[in-house]
């Protein structure tokens, strides 16, 4: 297998194009797996609001991550997911979410890729690394 550095300068840019193009798919996946596992979660993050606080935060953030890894893929640039998962990770903690959460939905985030985009074994094994680089910062920034 290609160093991660050596398959982003080479496969990157066409596999961000293959992910882009299966968007919706992948993040309306995600999406309607967070309403119906985690249902009660961020319910009452704002009362005013009647849920929609809670729905927007389904549907955008499956959404954010797609553009995050996006970039990361186009720009072979993998250092910006460190930085921007720590920020979401702790905004999404305050209003009671949590590892576990965060962790699952970008594990259903590369179950929906692999069922909805078609890769080689060595994209798919790369994009693999990616999932568990993703869940380990996750994890490291929950034991800040």
Request: net charge neutral.
């Given at each position: ?10 496969r ?15 993040c309306t996946?995600?999406t ?9 979660l ?8 009647g849920?929609q ?18 970039v ?32 699952t ?25 990616l ?14």
């Amino acid at each position: 297998m290609r160093s991660l550095t050596t398959w982003l300068v080479s496969r990157g840019p066409a596999v961000a194009q293959a992910l882009d193009r299966r968007r919706d798919a992948i993040c309306t996946s995600v999406t309607s797996r967070l309403r119906t596992t985690f249902s009660g979660l961020l319910a009452n993050a704002e009362p005013t609001s009647g849920g929609q606080y809670q729905q927007v935060t389904f549907s955008r953030t499956p959404q954010r991550l797609h553009r995050l890894l996006l970039v990361a893929l186009a720009l072979q640039a993998p250092a910006v997911l460190q930085r921007e998962i720590e920020w979401s990770v702790r905004l999404l903690m305050r209003h009671g979410v949590t590892q576990h959460h965060i962790q699952t939905m970008v594990h259903w985030y590369f179950e929906a890729v692999q069922r909805e985009v078609a890769l080689d074994e060595q994209d798919q094994e790369h994009l693999a690394a990616l999932e568990h680089a993703i869940i380990a910062a996750i994890h490291a920034v929950g034991d800040d």
